[in-house]
T-cell receptor, first 113, second 115 residues
Framework: DTEVTQTPKHLVMGMTNKKSLKCEQH?????MYWYKQKAKKPPELMFV???????INESVPSRFSPECPNSSLLNLHLHALQPEDSALYLC????????????FGPGTRLTVL | DQQVKQNSPSLSVQEGRISILNCDYT??????FLWYKKYPAEGPTFLIS?????DKNEDGRFTVFLNKSAKHLSLHIVPSQPGDSAVYFC??????????????FGQGTTLQVKP
């Protein structure tokens, strides 16, 4: 299994809603990542988990809350988002270590109304 | 400050010809580079990578060249096919905390391969 899966594919939410994005991989990777991509821009790193522990937080607002319940799963909990948070949210995974390729999921297209 | 730059927003080539996508970086500490291909509404797909101890890496139709002194790398696709039409991102991998890397992407180059 060489796939990173993400659910849901699309999500529309109001500014007062609470929702979660889910990511799963079964490649035995011990590093997992959340990226945000706005239209016509490159992906930007949000969070990195290494061995289920948060190792990098790129100064992301607290309305985004990551969680790594086990080595295969990564969640991103969303609360009180703003319309400017609308974007494609990408999950990735890699073998632990700097010099390893990151494999991306298909992303969740989030729209905040 | 953009540490990875792709100065050509778009490139158009004829099917069967060579596509050359360019990338420059500013941080001399970067020592591992990757190319990703992205179709609309999909996640990036890893294509090929190169370590700074090499100046060339080849995988099928894809070859990446690295010129460390110029802080420049390029991706060659030969022969180009219409299915190669996509956005191509150059990225560097910087060692992060706990030895887990942070990908820094360029702005991307949209490649169109005409039949």
């Amino acid at each position: 299994d060489t796939e990173v899966t993400q659910t849901p594919k699309h999500l529309v939410m109001g500014m007062t809603n609470k929702k979660s994005l889910k990511c799963e991989q079964h490649m035995g990777h011990r590093a997992m990542y959340w990226y945000k991509q706005k239209a016509k821009k490159p992906p930007e790193l949000m969070f990195v988990y290494s061995y289920e522990k948060l190792s990098i937080n790129e100064s992301v607002p607290s309305r985004f809350s990551p969680e790594c319940p086990n080595s295969s799963l990564l969640n991103l909990h969303l609360h009180a988002l703003q319309p400017e948070d609308s974007a494609l949210y990408l999950c990735a995974s890699s073998r632990r270590g700097s010099y390893n390729e990151q494999f991306f999921g298909p992303g969740t297209r989030l729209t905040v109304l | 400050d953009q540490q990875v730059k792709q100065n050509s927003p778009s490139l158009s080539v004829q099917e069967g010809r060579i596509s050359i996508l360019n990338c420059d970086y500013t941080n001399s500490m970067f020592d591992y580079f990757l190319w990703y291909k992205k179709y609309p509404a999909e996640g990036p797909t890893f294509l090929i990578s190169i370590s700074s101890i090499k100046d060339k890496n080849e995988d099928g139709r894809f070859t990446v060249f690295l010129n460390k002194s110029a802080k420049h790398l390029s991706l060659h696709i030969v022969p180009s096919q219409p299915g190669d039409s996509a956005v191509y991102f150059c990225a560097s991998l910087s060692g992060g905390s706990g030895n887990t890397g942070k990908l820094i992407f360029g702005q991307g180059t949209t490649l169109q391969v005409k039949p």
